[in-house]
């Protein structure tokens, strides 16, 4: 049935597809003005609509570079309420800066997180308030080529490949594939632990990468669960049952863990970047009373679990806890990856912070 109503909107894909081309064009030929700056810009993104890892990748970046560098990390903010440029600071909360700003900034509070939907703006602004910064990290950026990164990182989904899709609405691509030719670096993310060097080399092979551009692999990895606000760790137990609580885009990664992990789980889900309200907090405790075993939990995401906090008065002595996920590089790539993102951080004068060209 969804193919049959995807076929009928191919239509439309075809005009969008043509929206898509001339906006790049134009770009391409430089009728459109993109900015670049003389210092150390990275970006994180995507061709296609939906999960592809991206927030998880700023947060693999941050970890390897905030020890030798100031990292910034400067994201639109998507779903906020706020508009304009704004700085996290303490009392920041997801309203302000959106679900996956505060999730950076709550886990890296030693490093700046800022959102501005133009970023052109938000860059000058960030170097103004922060002049010590060594490196900006845009998160989900590929697509708005308003601004010209030293470094632009790709990432695409093993199960959903950019090759193997077509343009919305009808498919799932917000840029054409030949887009593709911009990155520097591709991350074919979400991959399973067992790919061998044969399905590696035929993906490597559908892609088909510039000379310039390098391929690598990642699969999830789910770290231990923390309690959403005593923070205290607890391992999963194969008795346990499980009520899933999640507004993701792509929520089948985490059922597949959970059906090799407990004996039972339930899902809770919501739309993507969903912001909970009074009565999906009352839905979220009756489903999990429903639950017909005591050593029962509540599971959620960690972009979830920002927008869950402003009911810790409500929640608190549930046992709601966060599964943290990161990527873990295959085919022992992440050094040569760590390499390549020093390379070019190296490349450019650090501390002296020039105004967009």
Known sequence: MLKSFRYILFPFSLLYGIAIWVRNFLFDKKYLAAASFNFPVICI???????TGKTPMTEYLVR???QPYQVAVLSRGYKRKTRGYVLATTTTTAVDIGDEPLQIHNKFPEIAVAVSEDRIVGIPQLLHDLPHTDVIILDDAFQHRQVRAGLNILLTDFNNLYTRD???P???LRDSRSSSKRADIIIVTKCKSYLNEIERNKIIKELNPLVHQKVYF????YNIPFHL???EEKMLQQEEAVLLVCAIANPQPLKEMLTSFVSYYDVLSFPDHH???TDDLNDIIRQFKKLDNPNRIILTTEKDA???QKFENELANFPIYVLPMSHKFLFEEDEQFHDQIFSYIKRYPLREKIIPN
């Open 45 to 51: 993104g995507n061709l296609a609509i939906g999960g």
């Open 275 to 277: 912001i909970f309200n």
């Open 229 to 231: 606000f005593s923070r």
């Open 218 to 221: 990642t699969k999830i990895e």
């Open 170 to 172: 009808a498919g799932d």
């Open 306 to 308: 920002v927008r869950l």
């Open 64 to 66: 390897i570079l905030k």
């Open 166 to 168: 077509i343009l919305l």
